[in-house]
């Protein structure tokens, strides 16, 4: 009879041991269910802002939109090329003609003579600071 004692006490000890430790792993899984909802949640609310956020920059970034705000910030009118590159016909002619035709003209070489455009002034830095000229 005193080994059925033992034997009895020992399955209710391994019983009451089971018991608490599935209390304690259900306890454990309930929170872990707790703490993924409100990750869950935190996550929607996130994407949500998501979608907002890209539904406002979408109507921010209308054309119509920036180019009244640039024009109301900024105050300028339409550039034109003309506006950007002024008269082109007025810019005069270089002085200084390239270095393959300064090299022929110092050779002696004669270019080709073009009765529409005129002959290059050639540029001689040497004349220019024994004579003092600027």
Do not use: C, H
Request: aromatic share 6%; charged share 25%; no cysteine.
């Amino acid at each position: 009879m005193n080994l059925k004692r033992v034997f009895l006490v020992f399955l209710v000890a391994l019983f009451g041991i089971s018991a608490m430790t599935l209390y304690q792993v259900s306890q454990a899984v309930q929170r872990k269910e707790k703490l993924l909802a409100e990750k869950q949640y935190v996550l929607q609310q996130l994407k949500e802002n998501k979608r907002v956020l890209k539904a406002e920059w979408s109507y921010l970034n209308r054309p119509d939109r920036l180019e009244s705000a640039a024009r109301s910030v900024l105050d300028f009118d339409q550039l034109s090329i003309e506006n950007v590159t002024g008269n082109v016909k007025a810019v005069p002619e270089p002085l200084t003609p390239s270095r393959p035709l300064a090299r022929a003209m110092q050779r002696g070489d004669q270019p080709a003579q073009n009765p529409q455009k005129s002959m290059p002034i050639l540029y001689d830095a040497k004349a220019e600071t024994e004579t003092g000229a600027p």
